[in-house]
């Protein structure tokens, strides 16, 4: 499955694309989307989707600008770009930039379908290991993308595990839904969303205990619980004593 990144600044248009067809029976699925280019380059440059259809005008950053930013960068996705302008001009240099194609909204499914499969050719192509390497190439190559994003969803938890993290805060961080991002955070850790945060949180509790004289209440809201009391029970929970028998221990 390949995943697609979808950028418009008209909410209708995005709902439309989105809704056109069903991704799943061509190959693709829908990981991310975006309202602005900025938001856009930000979100791609941690999803790092196989294939970005992106509207040509919108604010922060325009289509165009996007695109040049990400062949720069030498990043490997395919790009599609949309506008509500039949400019030609635009479409010349998108093709410039290697832009895979150019529709007009509102975008038939027909036209969609064509580039899809276009695509998904080339990115067949690309993934197909040389005969000669063949034995050396991972059993899980083609999952680069899904592994990567995981692993950015992962450090997003580490990052900011002191803040009031939920699946709804991530599933808007990400642009995506909240089932899909449980899923890749289980298959990469191996643990649920709240397991994994809950884990991260009193193993950050267990060195502040160490090396720091900071009250336990300090030390309870700097990984994310500003109620000392239910960080108790969760942190004896986990480790089966309470923090204040762990520092007396020390």
């Given at each position: 499955?390949?995943?697609?990144?979808?950028?418009?600044?008209?909410?209708w248009?995005?709902?439309?694309?989105?809704?056109?067809?069903?991704?799943?029976?061509?190959?693709?699925?829908?990981?991310?989307?975006?309202?602005?280019?900025?938001?856009?380059?930000?979100?791609?440059?941690?999803?790092?989707?196989?294939?970005?259809?992106?509207?040509?005008?919108?604010?922060?950053?325009?289509?165009?600008?996007?695109?040049?930013?990400?062949?720069?960068?030498?990043?490997?996705?395919?790009?599609?770009?949309?506008?509500?302008y039949?400019?030609?001009?635009?479409?010349?240099?998108?093709?410039?930039?290697?832009?895979?194609?150019?529709?007009?909204?509102?975008?038939?499914?027909?036209?969609?379908?064509?580039?899809?499969?276009?695509?998904?050719?080339?990115?067949?192509?690309?993934?197909?290991?040389?005969?000669?390497?063949?034995?050396?190439?991972?059993?899980?190559?083609?999952?680069?993308?899904?592994?990567?994003?995981?692993?950015?969803?992962?450090?997003?938890?580490?990052?900011?595990f002191?803040?009031?993290?939920?699946?709804?805060?991530?599933?808007?961080?990400?642009?995506?839904?909240?089932?899909?991002?449980?899923?890749?955070?289980?298959?990469?850790?191996?643990?649920?969303?709240?397991?994994?945060?809950?884990?991260?949180?009193?193993?950050?509790?267990q060195?502040?205990?160490?090396?720091?004289?900071?009250?336990?209440?300090?030390?309870?809201?700097?990984?994310?619980?500003?109620?000392?009391f239910?960080?108790?029970?969760?942190?004896?929970?986990?480790?089966?004593?309470?923090?204040?028998?762990?520092?007396?221990?020390?």
């Open positions: 499955m390949y995943h697609v990144f979808l950028a418009d600044d008209e909410p248009a995005l709902m439309a694309l989105k809704n056109l067809i069903v991704w799943s029976d061509y190959g693709f699925a829908v990981s991310g989307e975006a309202s602005d280019g900025r938001q856009a380059l930000e979100r791609i440059e941690r999803i790092k989707p196989d294939l970005i259809i992106s509207d040509i005008r919108m604010p922060g950053m325009d289509g165009l600008s996007l695109l040049k930013t990400i062949r720069e960068n030498a990043w490997k996705t395919e790009i599609l770009l949309v506008s509500g039949t400019d030609f001009e635009y479409a010349r240099k998108a093709l410039l930039y290697g832009c895979l194609g150019y529709l007009v909204k509102p975008v038939e499914k027909k036209e969609l379908l064509d580039y899809l499969n276009k695509a998904k050719s080339i990115l067949d192509a690309k993934n197909t290991p040389d005969p000669e390497n063949a034995s050396s190439e991972s059993a899980d190559e083609g999952y680069q993308s899904e592994k990567a994003l995981a692993q950015n969803m992962v450090r997003f938890i580490q990052e900011h002191a803040e009031g993290l939920s699946l709804q805060m991530l599933a808007e961080e990400f642009s995506m839904s909240e089932s899909y991002i449980s899923n890749l955070i289980k298959k990469k850790t191996g643990k649920g969303f709240g397991e994994h945060l809950m884990e991260f949180r009193i193993q950050k509790a060195e502040f205990l160490r090396t720091t004289n900071d009250s336990i209440e300090t030390i309870a809201a700097r990984v994310g619980y500003p109620d000392y239910y960080f108790t029970k969760v942190y004896k929970k986990a480790t089966g004593i309470s923090p204040a028998a762990y520092r007396k221990q020390l």
